[in-house]
């Protein structure tokens, strides 16, 4: 073929040389006015939340929230358009591998999720060493802002012991023989750990501690032994779809009710999952969509999310916009994407919520902010509002220093950026 | 002890038997079409959906629909799918049918959401049966009884129909059967469709067991797996031996050594393939020597 061809009058260019020639010259282009380039980049944000296994179902809430927080932002973050690239949490190597990927080839600015604590922990390690920002948004180990902290890696959900102390004064009066059945990962290990160090303190007896391997399916031979026991309580560690199914198998074995169950940090799409036939329990939670404290910032994200999904805003949810928030506000307060003016900013944001100040510890970097203690309802009404709110904790800024500790209380060694 | 074990035995032989009925479609679709199917788990979590869909629909008479509705699904998909897999390697099927399996629970998750789904026993079954020390879940006593009457029947079907005679002699010879004037094609269908039912009927007695998600499916699949392994590929009996086999020391496991009780069917069927290579009712089998 001749490199011009004359049709019709028309002179005809070979399609190859064409493209070729619109790549250049769009590389040229670019070269010649980089700031037009680079404001037509979008600013991009890392979410890692679980896409599939047993923690999925909360991830969805987290995810939801998360673009539900960008949107009220019109998709802009510093007057530039943003955007969130969301990669899965297969396992705790995936996890971190993922983090790499989004930090080295989108380019991301900073890095939101970590629906499991282990996939937590990967991912601070990778934030730590690439430099990113990073806000944990469902992980609740210890570790996450205790040992293994690091000053780029910020995490919301309070630490396990903090929620296990907080539940005690609800606990204490039910009775001192305790089994624990917690999940053979970070999270589960911390809730035993944290609770058997709470009964010891009481004068309790432990009658029981099965360590049960993540994604189990069946829980009826544990339920027997359990039975067997004959505990008071029975203090749970077990993740989001391993809860749902265990608690569904409590029921079928006529243990609801007989038994008290208890466990912190779970999601409401864990019990939602269950059916309101077959819940009981005491748990912690951060959120609740009914409850009557929710600021009025709280109050207009769950008409936003009851508007787009046509159903309550899980406390999941919540988790994901409120930690979003947090990060576009650091970031637009930096007025810039260099990490460590995010860092700063994170380190300076607050805000005032039941009249606490909510901030992150200078020395862990571990959101302040309240959470709650909620009972199942005896008549659940519908298929949402299966909680009554027993208490809000910490009550007061001195109860909340308590309960988070000072940096003397901390085994988090900070490095500086 | 000896109360509690015997109680972890029964209760361990009620999850053997739900086993039994998503591992006995595994083998069968490996034993006639040579298809080591990796999306079996997929119609585990099909069978368990469409009846939380269809229960909401019809009732109770939803359920049997469910059960058709994935058979159905499941003569589809070897129609436009697996029925190109059967002269190529092993190993593509495996791959093949492991993507589709990823496939289709993301579209299961699309379609229903990542969330759990709530579904119950029927009310008449949502009590247990307590006897001295020995307790029940009426249900679950209900799966066992009902897993015994459909490996009963799927016995009889085997042997003592037309179509069961050409399925096992079609596991043996398929070329044979083709030879013999049977319509092969339409025969491998109706195998696939028959193991993708046991693995909805599986679905359904497990969806008031366990909470009805995405992965649920996956979490079948690798018992599944070890049972026909153990049981010894495209074995009936094996199949029937293996499940309980696995529940029982899944359930026993839990007992004195819970951290241990995923592992434990590995390291069983781990022993059993030192002893007995082919598992324990394995044959050999010229096909796939």
């Avoid at chain 1, 169950?261 to 009914?290: C, H, Q, R």
């Avoid at chain 2, 788990?41 to 009846?51: E, I, P, R």
Wanted: with cysteine; aromatic share 10%; glycine share 10%.
């Amino acid at each position: 073929m001749n490199q011009l061809d004359s049709l019709n009058g028309k002179i005809l260019v070979p399609r190859r040389r064409l493209l070729g020639g619109i790549a250049a010259g769009a590389a040229v282009s670019s070269l010649a006015m980089p700031h037009i380039a680079r404001a037509a980049e979008p600013i991009r944000i890392g979410l890692l939340e679980a896409k599939q296994g047993p923690i999925s179902q909360q991830a969805q809430y987290l995810q939801q929230g998360t673009f539900l927080a960008l949107e009220q932002l019109n998709n802009e973050l510093l007057g530039q358009p943003a955007e969130i690239v969301w990669d899965d949490e297969i396992s705790p190597q995936a996890a971190g591998q993922n983090a790499v990927q989004l930090i080295e080839q989108n380019k991301v600015v900073a890095l939101l999720g970590g629906a499991l604590s282990n996939f937590a922990l990967a991912e601070e390690a990778i934030a730590g060493q690439y430099k990113i920002p990073f806000i944990v948004n469902n992980g609740a180990a210890e570790d996450i802002t205790g040992a293994k902290c690091n000053p780029y890696t910020f995490r919301l959900q309070p630490p396990v012991p903090v929620q296990a102390a907080a539940m005690m004064p609800f606990l204490e009066h039910i009775g001192k023989r305790w089994y624990f059945l917690s999940a053979s990962y970070a999270f589960g290990q911390d809730i035993a750990d944290s609770f058997k160090a709470l009964l010891k303190t009481a004068g309790g007896v432990i009658v029981g501690d099965d360590q049960v391997p993540v994604g189990t399916a069946d829980y009826s031979a544990f339920i027997l032994k359990i039975r067997d026991a004959k505990p008071d309580l029975v203090i749970g560690g077990l993740t989001s779809g391993d809860l749902s199914n265990f608690l569904k198998q409590w029921n079928d074995f006529g243990m609801r009710g007989k038994i008290p169950f208890t466990e912190i940090a779970v999601g409401d799409p864990d019990l939602w999952a269950v059916g309101k036939e077959n819940v009981s329990g005491i748990y912690t939670t951060l959120w609740w969509y009914k409850d009557p404290n929710n600021s009025p910032a709280d109050k207009a994200f769950a008409d936003a999310y009851q508007k787009k999904y046509n159903r309550p805003a899980a406390d999941k949810a919540w988790m994901g916009w409120y930690t979003a928030k947090i990060m576009f506000q650091a970031i637009n307060a930096a007025k810039s994407t260099k990490a460590d003016a995010i860092v700063e900013a994170l380190q300076n944001w607050h805000e005032i919520d039941g009249g606490l100040n909510v901030h992150f510890n200078k020395w862990n970097n571990q959101l302040e902010h309240r959470f709650l203690i909620v009972g199942v309802k005896k008549n659940i009404p519908d298929q949402w509002d299966y909680f009554d709110v027993l208490a809000s904790v910490p009550g007061s800024p001195e109860a909340m220093t308590a309960a988070f500790g000072t940096a003397a209380d901390s085994v988090c060694h900070m490095t500086a950026l | 002890m000896l109360d509690m074990m015997v109680m972890q035995a029964g209760n361990g032989l009620a999850l053997g038997f739900l086993y039994v009925l998503i591992a006995l479609g595994l083998s069968i679709i490996f034993g006639l079409l040579g298809i080591v199917n990796f999306a079996h788990g997929v119609f585990f979590a099909l069978g368990a959906y469409f009846s939380v869909t269809m229960f909401g629909v019809m009732g109770w008479w939803g359920v049997p629909v469910a059960m058709v509705i994935v058979t159905i699904i499941g003569m589809l998909t070897e129609f436009l799918l697996i029925r190109r897999l059967y002269d190529k390697d092993p190993l593509v099927s495996l791959i093949v049918t492991f993507a589709f399996s990823l496939l289709a629970e993301a579209v299961i998750r699309t379609i229903w959401g990542p969330e759990g789904q709530p579904f119950n026993a029927p009310d008449a079954l949502s009590n247990v049966i307590i006897f001295g020390p020995f307790v029940m879940a009426t249900y679950r006593l209900a799966v066992m009884l009902l897993a015994m009457v459909i490996l009963a029947s799927l016995w009889a079907f085997l042997n003592y129909t037309k179509f069961g005679r050409i399925l096992r002699a079609g596991s043996r010879d398929p070329g044979m059967v083709g030879l013999l004037g049977i319509n092969l094609p339409r025969v491998l269908t109706g195998t696939f469709g028959l193991g993708c039912l046991l693995a909805a009927i599986a679905g359904v007695l497990a969806a008031p067991l366990w909470t009805v998600t995405p992965s649920m499916g996956t979490a079948a699949i690798m018992p599944a797996f070890v049972i026909v392994t153990i049981g010894g590929l495209g074995s009936y009996m094996g199949a029937v031996v293996a499940g309980l086999l696995v529940g029982l020391v899944q359930s026993l496991t839990i007992q004195f050594y819970p951290e241990a009780s995923a592992a434990a069917m590995y390291v069983l069927m781990a022993l059993i393939l030192l002893v007995r290579p082919r598992g324990l009712f394995g044959e050999q089998w010229e096909r796939f020597e």
